[in-house]
């Protein structure tokens, strides 16, 4: 093949039109987020003292923390899933994020002392964290890795673990509405944790999916 | 990037989104003398053929067509471009080393190269599309002989168009490969590492 005809015939191939990839990511979670929200409120429901937690300033800051998480995912997948996409930034930006959130576990032991640190690590619902949030975050994250598939990460496993910290982020807010364990003791170990293996899955799939 | 070489590629590339074939044709066309100086030095500096870049040039014409939404207008061309061409370059030495270690050159150093080494004989390209699996080999020579649009090759062959650029970019790929094989053969027996 001669790469003048592959020009030809390339230059008169007309390309369909598609959205931007940040329009075809909003419109994959405007799908996935109610999908999750339903499952979260069909199965573990929102904590009885919801409406008065709001003026809770531990409960305040929980979900602040993993909000930022999902928000530094956000920003990684938008860096991640262009071809000149820089991969240290990135990195920086989730590495940035969850500091933050050790941060917070380390002042938590600060403040409080180590008494009834256990009590605080361990909390009410720690197996159930684990196992909850990856849960909630199936659905968004299915729906990122879709929506990426339309876009040429410079490196594809780098841009399945940002779908996944945005996913998992997004899944532990969702959780955060029904645990009551608000520690950031408890967050920096039971909601890291779980964010970290939605993140692996992420990067899992980008591997396997992401590829162009 | 020089500042000219941008502007001239950014205001192509608007015209081709805007559904100008001839601006496309010219912009792969003056990419394509680019990317292939680019690789070949890229290649050169790994310790390997230059006769390989125009398989390298094929690929990431082709991954330039089918990725083209994912340019941003408000973005500069020449890092996108040189994003896409990076990513193909180190797929390409993967896929045939099992390693990609190499430095890449920036495409501001690049003079472009000319298309001298592209040509090949028409018994070549007939023997090449022959090898392909049938349907592959329909589409590609009514594409590439009769100079059909997918569109209608899709219309002939009873399928979806998407299925047809599918199929035609699968059959690129491997033609880009009988290709390689066939230029390593031909530059001697230092070529076949």
Not at chain 2, 16 to 30: C, I, M, N
Not at chain 2, 53 to 73: F, G
Not at chain 2, 90 to 95: E, N, S, T, V
Request: glycine content about 8%; hydrophobic content about 50%; aromatic content about 6%.
């Amino acid at each position: 093949m001669r790469t003048d005809d592959l020009i030809d015939a390339l230059s008169r191939d007309p390309v369909p039109v598609m959205p931007p990839v940040g329009t075809l990511l909003l419109r994959g979670l405007a799908v996935a987020l109610p999908i999750a929200a339903a499952l979260m409120l069909a199965t573990i429901g929102v904590r009885d003292d919801l409406a008065e937690s709001w003026n809770d300033g531990w409960f305040v800051v929980k979900l602040a923390l993993v909000a930022f998480l999902a928000v530094a995912g956000w920003r990684a997948v938008r860096i991640s899933a262009t071809p000149q996409g820089r991969a240290p930034l990135a990195l920086a930006l989730a590495a940035g994020a969850l500091l933050a959130v050790v941060l917070a576990g380390v002042t938590d032991i600060g403040m409080l002392g180590l008494q009834d640190w256990r009590d605080r690590l361990v909390g009410e619902n720690a197996v159930y964290c684990l196992i909850s949030i990856p849960l909630l975050s199936l659905a968004p994250l299915a729906a990122i890795v879709h929506a990426l598939r339309e876009s040429a990460p410079s490196n594809p496993t780098l841009a399945g673990a940002s779908a996944g910290l945005l996913a998992g982020g997004l899944g532990a807010v969702l959780y955060g509405l029904h645990c009551t364990d608000d520690s950031p003791l408890f967050l920096g170990v039971w909601y890291l944790s779980a964010i970290a293996v939605v993140t692996l899955a992420g990067a899992l799939a980008g591997r396997r999916w992401l590829r162009w | 990037m020089a500042h000219e070489k941008e502007t001239a590629w950014k205001r192509q590339l608007l015209a081709a989104v805007a559904g100008d074939e001839a601006s496309y044709r010219s912009f792969l066309g003056d990419v394509a003398g680019y990317l292939r100086g680019w690789a070949q030095g890229s290649l050169k500096r790994a310790g390997r053929s230059p006769a390989e870049a125009e398989d390298i040039v094929q690929e990431t014409l082709i991954a330039i067509h089918t990725k083209r939404h994912t340019w941003d207008a408000s973005q500069p061309v020449g890092p996108w471009l040189h994003g896409i061409a990076r990513h193909k370059l180190i797929d390409a030495l993967r896929k045939r080393t099992g390693h990609d270690h190499l430095s890449v050159d920036d495409f501001a150093e690049v003079i472009p190269a000319p298309s001298a080494q592209q040509e090949l004989a028409g018994s070549d390209i007939t023997r090449m599309i022959a090898s392909l699996p049938a349907r592959q080999a329909r589409i590609v020579e009514a594409i590439f002989v009769d100079g059909q649009r997918t569109g209608d090759v899709a219309g002939a062959l009873d399928m979806s168009e998407g299925a047809v650029r599918v199929a035609l970019h699968r059959a690129l790929k491997s033609l880009a490969r009988t290709f390689g094989r066939d230029s390593d053969d031909r530059s001697g027996p230092d070529a076949n590492r």
